[in-house]
């Protein structure tokens, strides 16, 4: 019976688990669905996330005394409140040591070279988080439109819809978006538009809507540009104000994380938050990197960390990161 670590990535569609021993060395991971308290509540997220811990660790032999700490990020945690209502959760289910937050932190953890930074996620939903020299930590938005969250794929997605509609119906500019558009929500004739967006609303955060958009950026179609300056103004806000409210050196790390950020068909969106970013922190040198890694990297050297500083040695960490690497690439 063997000591082991659990890593925990939840996010707004799926959800990440492994399982670790102190040295690094990698036993098994799972993959489920969404376990975020947004959408499911805090009483369904507690049942879901320790049903399959439990099933992690029966499978290898293990039981939650073998379980030395936990590092778990989670999509939905955007307040105090709800990091308290899951610090309860996780002592309940007996886990000695633990680190709970959002899972914007997890970037800052795996994607920078000193622990501190800023993350800006943009997958399905956007949020940005920071931890500050002196290792504090700040999440701004991930409540939505009211706290500047216009960005993401389900947005940009929505704001494509948007674009063609105003095209053909509000006087806006002709757009490349029109047709691919019309194509994928198999229709022919601009009177069917409406219905159709109310008929098929869920179908509005499809990730192909997403790529329309970025394909029409690529042809220089300008109302595509303008979604994605937009989106990256608003992410280079918040970014920016994260940095703004911590203690950073004029040297700072962006890691930019989530399936839009490392999907991307076409430049504009980076080249956008860029420049607003360069505009609103003169002061600041950033350096910026796509996270390539799995999030769910962050989460276990998050709880490795909790164990001593022999458990996190840059050997243990290349360990880590090859090994969720490995199970990435072959799923």
Avoid at 8 to 35: E, H
Avoid at 134 to 140: A, D, S
Avoid at 264 to 290: C, H, Q, V, W
């Amino acid at each position: 019976m063997k000591n082991c670590i659990i890593g925990v990535d939840g996010g707004n569609t799926k959800t990440d688990y492994f399982l670790f021993d102190l040295d690094g060395n990698y036993i098994d991971n799972l993959r489920d669905g969404q376990c975020c308290q947004h959408i499911i509540g805090f009483e369904k997220a507690e049942e879901i996330i320790f049903a399959r811990i439990k099933q992690l660790l029966v499978k290898n032999g293990l039981d939650m005394g073998n379980v030395c700490a936990g590092g778990f990020g989670l999509a939905g945690i955007d307040n105090r409140y709800q990091r308290e209502r899951f610090v309860e959760i996780f002592t309940r289910m007996g886990i000695p040591r633990f680190e709970v937050d959002n899972d914007g932190y997890l970037g800052i953890i795996a994607g920078t070279t000193r622990g501190s930074g800023i993350c800006s996620i943009n997958g399905t939903g956007t949020v940005t988080a920071g931890i500050d020299i002196l290792g504090r930590r700040l999440q701004v938005g991930g409540m939505g439109q009211i706290t500047g969250d216009d960005a993401g794929g389900e947005y940009i997605a929505q704001w494509g819809v948007r674009m063609v509609y105003d095209s053909v119906f509000r006087c806006g500019e002709k757009t490349a978006m029109t047709e691919p558009i019309f194509q994928f929500l198999e229709i022919n004739e601009p009177t069917d538009l409406l219905c159709t967006i109310v008929e098929k609303t869920p179908k509005l955060n499809d990730t192909e809507l997403t790529r329309i958009v970025f394909k029409a950026a690529a042809l220089g179609d300008g109302p595509a540009l303008e979604i994605l300056d937009n989106c990256g103004k608003q992410l280079a806000k918040s970014s920016a104000g994260c940095v703004r409210n911590l203690d950073f050196n004029k040297d700072i790390e962006i890691v930019l994380a989530g399936s839009v950020w490392a999907k991307a068909e076409d430049p504009a969106l980076f080249n956008s938050y860029k420049k607003y970013m360069g505009n609103l922190l003169p002061e600041k040198r950033a350096t910026y990197n796509i996270l390539r890694i799995p999030p769910a990297t962050g989460a276990v050297l998050w709880a490795l960390s909790l164990c001593g500083s022999d458990c996190l040695t840059d050997i243990i960490r290349n360990k880590v990161v090859n090994a969720v690497e490995s199970i990435f690439i072959n799923t």
